[in-house]
């Protein structure tokens, strides 16, 4: 079964090993590539401190918002829905 990666939407051939926590989402290795450099930026620019719980999860916020799964308001996307799909019709 093939799948599309989350952030650019290409399909990710069934041969590839994805990342554990890119495979997730999915998310291609290119895409999580980026998001781990993109990652490194969000902890430094918010002065983030990974041994607490609560900066952990805005960490996880951002990464789920950056692979495309979550809206920046925290809505989560669903693929499902066609009517959220087309960009010229607004969500109801």
Avoid at 1 to 8: F, G, I, L, V
Avoid at 41 to 49: A, I, Q, R, T, W
Wanted: hydrophobic share 35%; proline share 9%; aromatic share 8%.
């Amino acid at each position: 079964m093939a799948r599309a990666c989350t952030k650019c939407k290409k399909e990710i051939p069934d041969g590839v090993e994805l990342d554990p926590m890119a495979s997730v989402y999915p998310c291609c290795n290119e895409c999580w590539a980026e998001w781990k450099q993109y990652r490194i930026m969000v902890m430094n620019e918010m002065k983030l401190d990974m041994s607490l719980p609560d900066h952990r999860k805005v960490v996880k916020k951002y990464e789920k918002v950056f692979v495309g799964v979550m809206t920046p308001e925290g809505d989560v996307v669903n693929f499902a829905d066609e009517s959220k799909r087309n960009p010229e019709k607004p969500p109801n």
